[in-house]
């Protein structure tokens, strides 16, 4: 929508994970060598950890893309699968002509499979992205296949892509064996103020446009916004182009950014902090009536109990008092009750 109010040729802060707009700051570029390397050289395992909105599987699609023609890869994007279902999208990347029904109907053609690709000297490589979310048992078939080497050289190259649960998973006393053959661990940081700066104009300038649009203000609002994740930052960015577009405005300031900021309901990752829950409480007791309240009503309970006596004692009396003194108090009575009714 905003593309052509500032002549983009596409828009730069998609969350799609588009290796196009990767930006290689020192951190992104330390991790690209090394899953390179690792490939490469057949190290075998490694696993690639960091927050959600990092960059990870934006660095991977990059790996693909610089190793295509160099190497065999397949791409799990999803590993909650079945023990089957995994073997079965396994063949179907490295374009097994098999149809899997039980283990071995996999693994005899994958081993022929790792064995003619050492021949051609082609690394194989299998990703795991969002690693996990992988099963137990799935973990199991993983270290299986970690297994498989020929003259003392690994015959397969596995990746393991995921937020930081992925390594208190490895580590786990079951899993044991299968953390013992990574043979390299790399975090990826969040960016700092500095490299978001760059991270921006970098991928304006893929975008189409060289001259800085978000000044230097804005930039320090998007950093205290979302912490250096770029997940976070292109859904900013985007949302502040889009609103600055509408206002006529050529030049993002910290001002926009914070309108923006009002307009998105979540914040970037942080530390959490423990929140007291409040806890359910009786109802408060009714307030105590005022001071002068309490003694009228107790001097009207005191009169309402005479009276109340007064009358039964009377009723008695009349019942053995002579006729004329029951005319008299019948009298009494319909005077009392006219004065009562007024």
Same mark, same amino acid.
């Given at each position: 929508?905003?593309?052509?109010?500032?002549?983009?040729?596409?828009?730069?802060?998609?969350?799609?994970?588009?290796?196009?707009?990767?930006?290689?700051?020192?951190?992104? #570029?330390?991790?690209?060598?090394? %899953?390179?390397?690792?490939? $490469?050289?057949?190290?075998?395992?490694?696993?690639?950890?960091?927050?959600?909105?990092?960059?990870?599987?934006?660095?991977?699609?990059? &790996?693909?893309?610089?190793?295509?023609?160099?190497?065999?890869?397949?791409?799990?994007?999803?590993? #909650? %699968?079945?023990?089957?279902?995994?073997?079965? &999208? /396994?063949?179907?990347?490295?374009?097994?002509?098999?149809?899997?029904?039980?283990?071995?109907?996999?693994?005899?053609?994958?081993?022929?499979?790792?064995?003619?690709?050492?021949?051609?000297?082609?690394?194989?490589?299998?990703?795991?992205?969002?690693? !996990?979310?992988?099963?137990?048992? &799935?973990?199991?078939?993983?270290?299986?296949?970690?297994?498989?080497? @020929?003259?003392?050289?690994?015959? &397969?190259?596995?990746?393991?892509?995921?937020?930081?649960?992925?390594?208190?998973?490895?580590?786990?006393?079951?899993?044991?064996?299968? $953390?013992?053959?990574?043979?390299?661990?790399?975090?990826?940081? =969040?960016?700092?103020?500095?490299?978001?700066?760059?991270?921006?104009?970098?991928? %304006?300038?893929?975008?189409?446009?060289?001259?800085?649009?978000?000044?230097?203000?804005?930039?320090?609002?998007?950093?205290?916004?979302?912490?250096?994740?770029?997940?976070?930052?292109?859904?900013?960015?985007?949302? @502040? $182009?889009?609103? @600055?577009?509408?206002?006529?405005? #050529?030049?993002?300031?910290?001002? /926009?950014? #914070?309108?923006?900021?009002?307009?998105?309901?979540?914040?970037?990752?942080?530390?959490?902090?423990?929140?007291?829950?409040?806890?359910?409480?009786?109802?408060?007791?009714?307030? =105590? $009536?005022?001071?002068?309240?309490? =003694?009228?009503?107790?001097?009207?309970?005191?009169?309402?109990?005479?009276?109340?006596?007064?009358?039964?004692?009377?009723?008695?009396? %009349?019942?053995? @008092?002579?006729?004329?003194?029951?005319?008299?108090?019948?009298?009494?009575?319909?005077?009392?009750?006219?004065?009562?009714? !007024?």
């Amino acid at each position: 929508m905003y593309e052509t109010y500032y002549g983009l040729n596409k828009k730069p802060f998609q969350i799609t994970t588009d290796p196009t707009f990767l930006w290689m700051g020192t951190k992104h #570029r330390d991790a690209l060598a090394t %899953l390179k390397y690792s490939v $490469m050289d057949n190290k075998g395992c490694l696993l690639l950890a960091g927050d959600v909105g990092t960059g990870k599987t934006t660095l991977i699609n990059r &790996l693909i893309k610089d190793v295509k023609d160099k190497v065999y890869t397949a791409k799990i994007s999803d590993p #909650r %699968l079945t023990k089957y279902d995994f073997y079965r &999208l /396994v063949s179907r990347f490295f374009k097994l002509p098999i149809e899997v029904r039980t283990k071995e109907d996999f693994l005899d053609p994958f081993k022929r499979f790792l064995k003619d690709a050492r021949l051609e000297k082609k690394p194989v490589l299998l990703l795991i992205d969002e690693a !996990q979310r992988i099963k137990q048992n &799935l973990l199991e078939e993983i270290r299986y296949l970690s297994n498989l080497e @020929a003259d003392g050289e690994k015959l &397969l190259n596995i990746f393991f892509v995921g937020q930081q649960e992925i390594v208190d998973i490895l580590q786990a006393p079951q899993n044991r064996a299968l $953390m013992r053959r990574v043979t390299t661990t790399y975090t990826i940081q =969040p960016l700092t103020r500095e490299e978001i700066g760059f991270y921006i104009g970098h991928r %304006l300038k893929v975008g189409g446009v060289e001259y800085e649009i978000f000044s230097a203000s804005a930039i320090d609002e998007v950093f205290d916004f979302s912490n250096g994740f770029p997940r976070q930052i292109n859904i900013i960015c985007d949302l @502040a $182009m889009l609103f @600055a577009s509408q206002m006529d405005r #050529r030049t993002i300031n910290s001002e /926009v950014i #914070r309108q923006c900021r009002k307009r998105i309901s979540f914040s970037a990752p942080t530390s959490q902090k423990a929140v007291d829950i409040p806890r359910a409480t009786p109802p408060a007791p009714p307030e =105590p $009536m005022g001071e002068t309240t309490q =003694p009228v009503r107790s001097v009207f309970r005191r009169v309402a109990a005479t009276v109340g006596i007064a009358l039964l004692l009377g009723c008695l009396g %009349l019942y053995v @008092a002579p006729p004329q003194w029951k005319t008299i108090a019948h009298q009494w009575l319909q005077h009392l009750f006219r004065l009562l009714g !007024q």
